[in-house]
């Protein structure tokens, strides 16, 4: 089960492809939050096990918090305060007290008890982790990022095994004796890109196929900070490169603006750009890109190794346990991404033109980063995570 993103929803739904695979008559189901419902319904339909997965909804809260506020910060930034931090975790705790009278009556009965729950990690696990423990239910946990979400720093201690999605220090291996690394599951489509390959996939998005493209991306839901630091520098970047933007579900009525760059004659796109609420073939559009800009979620960033991407990572920092931030240093460090601090990008956008300027006029620069990138590819991931949830490993 998994929920809360989609990070935690769509490497789930490649272990369940990968559990059918070795054994297709498991029976399995799938619990995720109300938000990510349909989400989760509309993969496993395409990905064509909706016949052997139930899908079921399941109540959780989610705690705001935001790393690095100070009590001045509260304070400044009241209307989060008050939206977010107090009636937000009033209510998310008690769709938590929820979640766990629904995880405990589904769970009850010896009969119906699932043989082992695996739990990708989010605040929707957590009922479900506990109620786990109580019924002596084993479960495994899997955790993306460089550092332990909340929930699954509590859930983690009586876990089967605690499944990492990059290797670790030997503190953290010592504090987990149950510690396994398997990568972060993607699906077989984050496959390296053949460079003979990416001229076809910039023309089937309208792309000239000669021209270098950038795409800038915050995810399903987007980013505002991106949106609007791409709004800024988008005149400067179509002087050299074509550029896609995924301004996302939430943020793209606010930059319906932009598709005043996009020039179509019928069919045929007449300049070098295109903006989309959200693309469902992002494995295409990513692999058509020269360079791409992201946030720093493990996920992505999986993806992006897979597809041999040259990357900017952009992480939000003030998210809980800052693990965008120290994914993205990481990968920093070892010349495999360039990070940009978000805080940094919205004082100065023009640093994100510059470093992507830097990396379209650098053919070498391109391929060194996505060499190292590609190393953190784990494309046997989900087959490792699957064969741990059917004790094979």
């Not at 139930?54 to 910060?73: A, Q, T």
């Not at 045929?268 to 073939?281: A, G, Q």
């Not at 990572?313 to 809980?320: N, S, T």
Request: proline letters at 5%; hydrophobic letters at 45%.
């Amino acid at each position: 089960m998994g929920g809360g993103s989609g990070g935690h929803i769509t490497p789930a739904v490649a272990v369940v492809r990968e559990i059918l695979n070795l054994r297709p008559r498991t029976k399995m189901e799938f619990w995720t939050d109300f938000k990510y419902y349909k989400n989760v319904t509309k993969l496993t339909t395409e990905l064509g096990v909706s016949t052997e997965i139930n899908v079921r909804r399941i109540p959780s809260g989610k705690f705001h918090r935001y790393s690095g506020w100070k009590l001045k910060d509260y304070f400044a930034h009241f209307d989060i305060t008050l939206k977010e931090i107090i009636f937000g975790n009033l209510f998310g705790f008690l769709k938590f007290i929820a979640g766990i009278i629904v995880s405990f009556i589904r769970l009850v009965a010896p009969k119906t008890r699932p043989n082992v729950i695996f739990l990708k990690g989010g605040y929707v696990c957590l009922p479900v982790g506990l109620i786990a423990r109580l019924f002596k239910i084993p479960y495994i946990i899997h955790e993306s990022d460089t550092v332990a979400g909340l929930a699954n720093r509590l859930l983690m201690k009586h876990a089967k095994y605690v499944a990492f999605g990059m290797p670790l220090d030997d503190e953290v291996k010592k504090a987990h004796p149950n510690y396994v690394w398997t990568g972060i599951p993607v699906g077989p489509e984050f496959k390296a890109v053949p460079a003979s390959h990416v001229a076809s996939l910039k023309k089937a998005f309208s792309f000239s196929p000669s021209r270098p493209l950038v795409v800038i991306t915050g995810g399903s839901q987007g980013s505002e900070n991106l949106n609007e630091a791409t709004r800024l520098i988008l005149p400067e970047l179509l002087k050299f490169t074509s550029v896609g933007l995924v301004a996302g579900r939430k943020h793209y009525e606010n930059m319906i603006d932009l598709k005043d760059y996009e020039n179509w004659d019928h069919a045929s796109l007449e300049s070098d750009f295109r903006m989309w609420e959200f693309n469902t073939t992002m494995n295409e559009l990513m692999g058509a890109a020269d360079v791409v800009v992201s946030r720093a979620g493990a996920t992505t960033i999986a993806e992006l190794a897979g597809l041999k991407k040259t990357v900017i990572l952009v992480p939000f920092e003030v998210l809980p346990g800052s693990h965008q931030l120290r994914n993205a240093e990481r990968l920093d460090k070892a010349g495999a991404a360039i990070m940009i601090k978000d805080s940094d990008m919205v004082k100065n956008p023009s640093i994100l033109l510059d470093k992507i300027k830097h990396l379209v006029r650098s053919s070498k620069t391109r391929t060194d980063m996505a060499n190292r990138l590609h190393e953190e590819a784990r494309p046997d991931a989900a087959a490792r995570l699957a064969k741990l949830i059917l004790g094979e490993e």
